[in-house]
């Protein structure tokens, strides 16, 4: 499932050669999504996740990873943070609100 309005979607292109994004396919909060590159960001997990994501001093958001690669497969997320990416990978996102 694609969303063109998100930086983290991918086109239908599968080009791998030199130079081209590939698409890898993870899971976030129970969805497949295709993704490009080799790396998400905090934000774009987040996004992928909620739709009508907002940042604010209000909302808080945690994430989880498992099935990564290399030597953190499993792990968090906090803001400003990267992951590298890997077919098949889970991301569970959840939103609070501060009170």
């Given at each position: 499932?694609?969303?063109?309005?998100?930086?983290?979607?991918?086109?239908?292109?599968?080009?791998?050669?030199?130079?081209?994004?590939?698409?890898?396919?993870?899971?976030?909060?129970?969805?497949?999504?295709?993704?490009?590159?080799?790396e998400?960001?905090?934000?774009?997990?987040?996004?992928?996740?909620?739709?009508?994501?907002?940042?604010?001093?209000?909302?808080?958001?945690?994430?989880?990873?498992?099935?990564?690669?290399?030597?953190?497969?499993?792990?968090?997320?906090?803001?400003?943070?990267?992951?590298?990416?890997?077919?098949?990978?889970?991301?569970?996102?959840?939103?609070?609100?501060?009170s």
């Amino acid at each position: 499932m694609n969303d063109d309005n998100n930086p983290a979607s991918a086109g239908s292109g599968s080009d791998k050669g030199p130079g081209n994004n590939h698409t890898t396919q993870i899971i976030v909060n129970g969805h497949n999504r295709e993704v490009s590159g080799e790396e998400l960001s905090f934000v774009q997990v987040v996004k992928l996740a909620f739709d009508d994501a907002v940042f604010n001093n209000v909302t808080v958001y945690t994430i989880t990873y498992k099935r990564g690669s290399g030597h953190k497969p499993e792990g968090t997320m906090v803001e400003g943070e990267t992951v590298k990416i890997k077919e098949g990978m889970v991301f569970n996102v959840k939103r609070t609100d501060k009170s």
